[in-house]
């Protein structure tokens, strides 16, 4: 029989931690020490397994555990596509879907107690119907269709785990455990700052009341949008521990991967226009951009679903994100430099060279600030994310210093995670034209670029 309890207990999760790590520490260690005697060729191919094999014990780890365990690897997952190697990267990717899509679950008496003590009221008398068999299972939650039984309409109904609280604050003690596993894939990772970030925007999602906010603001600023749909939330039955919000119908992630190319295009511009059009235009957006959290309804329109990785930022803050942009699309490497070194991005602006840093942002972001049509693979997200933050990166040395700034930490995955799933979609664009309606305030150039326009300037 199956475990299904949430471990709380900081040493118990901390044990597993520590075994992974401390396994993989020796491994590796002797994997350089028997590379002294290896070819070049030979000891480059055995740490590069060291290193696949880390990153599977970090999705193995964690993905046994309920709470910011799990959800901590569910955002280091996407972090590493591009620090697999090709050869392994259809066996990887299927672990990494597992996790993702295929979360542990609790028994439905366990989660029926805690709908029930929150909403104050036995099941039978607020829902009509109710399906006790649960249609998405998430790093600290299920999902479940059930039926008003004041209205009729259907809704799902998202429970946290019981005792995930206290999972997720004893993951939160042990969280730079939970780094240093990653550390040994991406050496140059910022600990503490990437900590800190990660603890904050974690903790907020243990509170669906605060997610049920963030959905009623992302779902009041698109409604009627000609594209996007975001459920409304059910504001009288959501609770800290239980979100009702309105039940969506649609084809998930892999049927969209088999529709035309013309299709896949259209839903690719959906995609970036709601991830990149959220942040830029509108400074507020879902931290969490994975497939799980997409659906195309029967009239074309795309849900998106998941608002708990929520992320807000000033005014300030998105403007120097725009002024970085422009001056790479300029190839202005002296006022790039400039900006990031008054941002605190570059400790020691004397040690970086501008064209060097220029180099290293472009490789990037060049697909959406060079003025050209760009087809998206996993290939080239793969290219991106190792020359943006892997050892092999042949920036790495130059720019391994410089410092994570933690408030745009969610941008610069929420950018990595959209491209991650453009690219899985194998989706073209002139990404460049579109982008440009936020980043300088042209006039779109697409249909759908001319629809929202029509919808903006109408709100």
């Not at 597993?16 to 191919?45: C, F, H, L, P």
């Not at 998405?136 to 269709?145: D, E, K």
């Not at 039926?147 to 429970?159: F, M, P, T, Y």
Request: proline share 4%.
């Amino acid at each position: 029989m199956a475990d299904d309890s949430v471990p709380t207990g900081r040493l118990s999760r901390l044990s597993k931690i520590a075994g992974a790590a401390a396994s993989q520490a020796v491994k590796q260690t002797g994997t350089r020490a028997a590379n002294v005697a290896r070819s070049d060729e030979k000891g480059a191919a055995a740490m590069e397994r060291r290193q696949i094999e880390t990153a599977e014990q970090i999705v193995n780890v964690l993905g046994g555990m309920k709470g910011a365990a799990m959800k901590v690897g569910q955002v280091l997952s996407f972090m590493d596509l591009g620090l697999v190697p090709e050869e392994y990267r259809e066996e990887f990717q299927a672990k990494l879907a597992k996790l993702r899509d295929s979360a542990p679950t609790v028994s439905f008496e366990q989660m029926k107690a805690v709908i029930e003590a929150d909403l104050e009221a036995p099941i039978a008398k607020v829902f009509s119907e109710f399906d006790e068999e649960a249609i998405a299972a998430a790093s600290i939650g299920q999902v479940y269709r059930a039926r008003l039984a004041s209205d009729g309409r259907e809704v799902a109904v998202k429970v946290q785990y019981p005792g995930i609280n206290d999972a997720v604050r004893a993951d939160m003690k042990n969280l730079g455990m939970l780094l240093r596993l990653a550390k040994r894939i991406t050496p140059q990772l910022d600990v503490k700052a990437v900590g800190d970030e990660i603890r904050e925007r974690v903790v907020e999602e243990l509170d669906y009341e605060l997610e049920a906010s963030n959905q009623r603001t992302i779902a009041r600023r698109y409604r009627g949008h000609p594209f996007i749909v975001i459920p409304e939330v059910i504001t009288s039955l959501s609770r800290e521990r239980v979100i009702v919000s309105e039940f969506v119908v649609g084809d998930g992630f892999e049927a969209l991967q088999k529709e035309s190319e013309a299709e896949r295009d259209r839903i690719g511009e959906i995609v970036f226009r709601f991830y990149y059009g959220s942040m830029f235009r509108h400074r507020s957006f879902s931290g969490d951009p994975h497939p799980g959290n997409m659906l195309r309804l029967a009239d074309g329109k795309i849900a998106f679903l998941d608002f708990g990785l929520f992320k807000t930022v000033s005014t300030e803050i998105r403007d120097r994100e725009l002024a970085c942009q422009r001056a790479v699309v300029e190839d202005d490497a002296v006022e790039l430099h400039r900006l990031l070194t008054e941002f605190g991005f570059i400790p020691d602006p004397d040690k970086l060279d501008p064209d060097v840093l220029m180099a290293y942002v472009k490789d990037g972001i060049f697909w959406y600030t060079e003025d050209r049509e760009i087809k998206l693979t996993p290939e080239l997200v793969s290219k991106v994310a190792i020359e943006t933050s892997d050892p092999r990166s042949k920036h790495f040395r130059a720019m391994r210093h410089q410092e994570i700034v933690p408030e745009h930490l969610f941008g610069r995955r929420l950018e990595l995670l959209t491209l991650a799933v453009l690219g899985q979609l194998e989706v073209k664009a002139n990404w460049h034209r579109i982008a440009r309606e936020w980043i300088y305030g042209d006039e779109p150039i697409t249909e759908l670029g001319a629809a929202e326009a029509e919808y903006l300037a109408a709100a």
